[in-house]
């Protein structure tokens, strides 16, 4: 499987000079992973009210959430098996060979890449509404942000990891605030069942509620799946902590198991009262903060730009986190030889993958001046649209590879250590990729879709020669490469 690359084994320095910190445990991976999800609690889910209703999006919710549960069980059994930095790409690499890594890599990097330029992008829309500031220095907010939180992730990681679990903490008790003053303003079937089907089939107000429970139809739900994902998506970056975790064998599934049944808690009860409430879920589907929204409802507008930076909090914890995994995700790649050596060296004294963090960020504030240059005053619908999208399908195709892998793994190396075992064996595999395809299928009906495809293949193609070009002839034995090089012998021993 490693026929057509080459390798270069490296002495003790290289490695000494690219060495990871123990120290995350439990409830350090627990925040880790909730917090890289929590901004989509905030915003974001709420458009698919517009393409399903309410039950729609509920029945979206529920296949989406069953295909994470799939996911992060099966990633549960494969991290503590090959507990490496490099996460998703280390499992295709033992299962599908150096092209299978390398490709299983690309595809996890665009996500981690354009997933929080996407979310500074709103929350910098935020600070500008609240401290009034015009729309020409947006980009010193996203300078600002990216400047702060790469510096955060570079200190050390148990202030990064300190700072993570009192972010996540922090949000949830925002959300924990909005549920429990939301009770006694519900009145579901009045607001929550207020969406019709025009005679275009758009969704349309309707006053007094009562409407259908599936205004759309099951495929209005179908259609909804893309933004139910959302709710959930990035929780899969844990994997990427495995070589700072303390204890990965035991600590990293719980982590996982423990960050999903938080979310599905959370995302059920969002769905649920922030519909609810006399705001709506026609208004709500027409909403870019959702819960700020809700917020004003039940606490009136004076207060509004407290509000907002409650509603703020969740972008900058899923924002903090998402840089700590492009950090790790760039990291890993690089120390392989599939991206250049440089980018996995780490802080002599903090051991920090300094230079892959600085390199992410970098790459996602040009993506935002790019896209601002280009798209000028339509820069916001862009944002919104083709590279939110980009990020949803380049998580689609690498929950198909993760789960590929697993099966894969299974099939050839049965013997295998693993230290946890998914109860839901192959058939959470098999259904995670089914729910990802059909997810993908409904993303490609909407035209805005598209375009983020052309442009996601594209990038997969550039990669893909670079790595056909040159990346293949310097590869180094890094230990998931070494790992997959001892399975692959022993396999032909066999």
């Not at 903490?169 to 009770?183: G, K, Q, Y």
């Not at 902590?241 to 035991?250: F, L, Q, T």
């Amino acid at each position: 499987m490693s026929k057509g690359v080459k390798y270069k084994k490296k002495d003790k320095l290289y490695f000494e000079s690219r060495e990871l910190k123990r120290h995350a445990g439990v409830w350090s991976l627990w925040a880790l992973g909730v917090g890289a999800v929590i901004s989509g609690h905030f915003s974001g889910w709420n458009l698919g009210l517009a393409t399903g209703g309410w039950g729609g999006m509920l029945i979206a919710t529920i296949l989406i959430a069953i295909m994470y549960i799939g996911l992060t069980q099966s990633v549960a059994e494969l991290s503590p098996a090959l507990p490496h930095t490099g996460g998703a790409y280390s499992f295709a690499r033992s299962a599908m060979g150096p092209w299978g890594g390398f490709f299983t890599g690309l595809v996890e990097n665009l996500e981690f890449i354009l997933t929080p330029a996407v979310i500074v992008f709103f929350l910098s829309n935020y600070m500008a509404g609240i401290f009034e500031t015009s729309p020409a220095v947006l980009p010193l907010w996203w300078f600002g942000f990216y400047t702060v939180f790469t510096v955060l992730n570079i200190v050390g990681v148990e202030l990064s990891f300190r700072f993570t679990v009192a972010l996540t903490l922090l949000a949830l008790l925002c959300l924990a605030i909005f549920w429990v003053s939301s009770v006694g303003h519900i009145d579901f079937t009045t607001f929550a069942l207020d969406i019709k089907a025009g005679s275009s089939g758009e969704a349309e107000h309707l006053p007094g509620g009562g409407g259908a429970f599936l205004p759309m139809g099951i495929i209005g739900a179908l259609k909804a799946m893309p933004f139910a994902v959302w709710l959930f998506l990035a929780i899969e970056q844990l994997p990427l902590a495995a070589e700072e975790s303390v204890d990965p064998k035991k600590d990293m599934p719980k982590g996982l198991t423990y960050g999903m049944i938080t979310l599905i808690i959370s995302a059920f009860l969002i769905l649920w009262l922030n519909a609810s409430i006399p705001l709506g879920s026609y208004a709500l589907s027409q909403s870019g903060e959702p819960l700020l929204d809700g917020y004003k409802v039940l606490f009136g507008s004076n207060i509004a730009k407290l509000l907002a930076l409650v509603a703020a909090i969740g972008l900058i914890a899923s924002f903090h986190t998402i840089i700590f995994a492009f950090g790790r995700q760039i990291y890993s790649l690089s120390r392989a030889g599939y991206f250049p050596e440089i980018l996995s060296v780490t802080h002599s004294k903090r051991k920090t993958p300094y230079t892959a963090l600085i390199a992410g960020s970098v790459i996602g504030f040009s993506v935002l001046l790019l896209t601002q240059y280009l798209a000028g005053s339509e820069s916001e619908v862009f944002v919104g649209g083709a590279l939110l999208n980009i990020a949803v399908f380049s998580a689609m195709l690498s929950y198909i590879l993760q789960c590929g892998s697993f099966l894969l793994l299974r099939k050839k190396r049965p013997n295998l250590e693993r230290p946890y075992k998914s109860p839901l064996g192959n058939w959470g595999a098999w259904v995670t990729i089914s729910i990802a395809l059909i997810t993908i299928y409904f993303q490609v009906q909407d035209k805005s879709y598209r375009t983020a495809v052309f442009i996601a293949i594209g990038y997969f193609v550039v990669g893909l020669l670079y790595f056909a070009v040159k990346g293949r002839h310097h590869l180094i034995l890094s230990p998931e490469e070494e790992f997959a090089l001892e399975s692959e012998a022993k396999n032909v021993t066999n």
